[in-house]
């Protein structure tokens, strides 16, 4: 697909680039882990962008993509092992649930203000251990799929 490299653990991250949505915390969490096969999407723009885009300069694994439409959004979660949502708040997390729809892990920091209803299908990590947790769900990629197809499963049962 567009999104998707061969080979690669892909961890993606869609919203806008405000300041509480903390896409600098993540690309400098992201840059710390040393796994060559690691790649990290950032779809959006905003006030942000360009401090982020200096901050992921000289990792070649960091792409920003942008701005994506609509009628790229499933392709955008397809192509993601793991779906990590940043944001220190959110008022619902609609990228949650559409990441959560599409069978991905979705991983929030354990300091974030999300709605437990939407919370509850998480994985919620410290920045801190970060790299750490990521790195087990990259050893345990069957796994994390499972576990994710069994938490949409639910979500949808909830949803109907």
Same mark, same amino acid.
């Given at each position: 697909?567009?999104?998707? /490299?061969?080979?690669?653990?892909? +961890?993606?991250? +869609?919203? $806008?680039?405000?300041?509480?949505? $903390?896409?600098? *915390?993540?690309? /400098? ?6 796994? @060559?096969?690691? $790649? ?6 905003? =006030? /942000? ?5 200096? *901050? ?5 694994? +960091? ?5 994506? @439409?609509?009628? /790229? %959004? +499933?392709?955008?979660?397809?192509? #993601? &092992?793991v779906y990590v949502h940043?944001?220190?708040? =959110? ?5 949650? %649930?559409?990441?959560?729809? $599409?069978?991905? @892990?979705?991983?929030?920091? &354990?300091?974030?203000?999300? @709605?437990? =209803? ?20 990259? =050893? ?17 049962? *909830? #949803?109907?």
């Amino acid at each position: 697909g567009k999104f998707k /490299e061969q080979r690669t653990f892909t +961890i993606g991250y +869609i919203s $806008r680039m405000d300041y509480h949505k $903390r896409h600098a *915390l993540l690309v /400098e969490l992201f840059k710390r882990w040393n796994n @060559p096969s690691a $790649r990290l999407l950032l779809a959006g723009t905003g =006030e /942000e962008f360009e401090r982020v885009r200096g *901050l992921a300069e000289g990792d070649k694994r +960091i792409k920003l993509l942008g701005f994506v @439409p609509d009628g /790229e %959004l +499933i392709e955008f979660y397809d192509s #993601l &092992d793991v779906y990590v949502h940043a944001s220190k708040y =959110e008022g619902w997390g609609l990228p949650i %649930l559409e990441a959560l729809a $599409r069978g991905k @892990p979705v991983v929030v920091f &354990d300091d974030a203000e999300i @709605p437990n =209803e939407v919370a509850t299908f998480c994985l919620r990590m410290s920045p801190m251990s970060f790299n750490l947790e990521l790195e087990k769900l990259f =050893e345990n990629r069957k796994q994390a799929k499972k576990l994710s197809i069994l938490k949409s499963k639910a979500l949808r049962t *909830l #949803l109907h």
